[in-house]
């Protein structure tokens, strides 16, 4: 045999010896992998709106749904299908008393009942609704919403064809203008109308009944939403116990004689 072939036949020999012993090598070298087991945290069906709501908003079934809800985040308040199932039929009808947003879980106090009589559903415990009439000047030019905080300013004649001022109710909640109890969806338009009904408590409502009596006219200051949660039930509440903060005793001529503070008095001797 020629050494040529010799040669040639050992290269082929020694080729397919390399190509086995790789092929063995690779049959026993095996990539395991493995996946991370990941366990989901146990959850709920929460309900929740299915769009924003604005206060004096009627539920309907199609406001409301039912989301997965971590079981570790639900707290007091909310309503889950396995307490409630029945909860969409239930809700339907009742009405919103403050405003709920896309998503968010409901909570009984946002809701009131589906009672007819709307706006004393949105009335708090222990507060009464008086209305009183409003004009585009006395009215914040109309800009004020069902909503809105405002102070209700008194404005009376004095002697002498002058005027004076005081605030007699502050930070009240507007409950309605005339008979809208809602603002307008866009958020853009305002609302004139001639009465504004106001959220108030049993003294206030006595007030400023008391305060329309005496005023020339009753106005409306609409305050930043920043002051909500300021005190809302001061009033000037001596106009309901017979009194008058402005007034002081003065002595003329040994007579008593009773004027007001903002009138300059001396005392004769």
Known sequence: MKPVRIIIMAIAVASAGTAGMLALNLKGTQTVISEKVVERAPTTQVLVSSRSLPVGARLTGAD????????????????????????????TGAVVRLPIFSGEPLRAEKIADSSSRILSSLLPAGKRAVSTNITVATGAGGFILPNDRVDVIMVRKNEGSTYSTETVLSNIRVLAIDQQIEEARDGTKSVVGTTATLELTPDQAKVINVAQQMAERLSLALRSLADAQEPDTAAAEYLINGGDRHAVQVIK???IVTTDQTTTASTAR
């Open 253 to 255: 001529s040994g007579t």
């Open 64 to 91: 409301l749904r039912w989301m997965q809800w971590p079981k570790d985040g639900v707290i007091d308040g909310f309503i889950t299908q396995d307490g409630r199932p029945g909860a969409i039929t239930d809700l």
